[in-house]
């Protein structure tokens, strides 16, 4: 899985490795989170031995912190300025935003 968990059909994804229609999988991000040993639809994969899952870790590096602050930062001195807030994100929720903190809101 190389994006956000809701894009993969989980569903389907732990009935094809249950029933062995499906050789592996490794997994670091979830629809839901977090993934419990029992109750969450993820669950039955946790004693597969051909299944990997990791919590989501990509950007705990020095570089991505680095660009996490100037980016919090950069969007702080937008509100403290009153300019328009640039949103960098492609989350569907962000999207519907129009107006934050008595700022526009720009998409890129």
Not at 34 to 49: A, E, F, I, K, N
Request: with cysteine.
């Amino acid at each position: 899985n190389v994006s956000r968990g809701p894009i993969v059909d989980e569903e389907a994804l732990v009935a094809a490795l249950v029933d062995g229609r499906l050789g592996g999988a490794g997994l670091d991000v979830y629809g839901s989170e977090p993934v419990t040993t029992q109750g969450h639809l993820m669950s039955p994969l946790l004693g597969m031995d051909n299944v990997v899952m990791w919590p989501h870790l990509a950007f705990w590096t020095r570089e991505a912190r680095g660009r996490l602050e100037e980016e919090a930062l950069q969007r702080c001195l937008e509100v403290l300025q009153r300019r328009p807030l640039r949103v960098l994100s492609k989350d569907p929720r962000l999207l519907l935003q129009r107006g934050m903190f008595g700022c526009e809101v720009v998409h890129e």
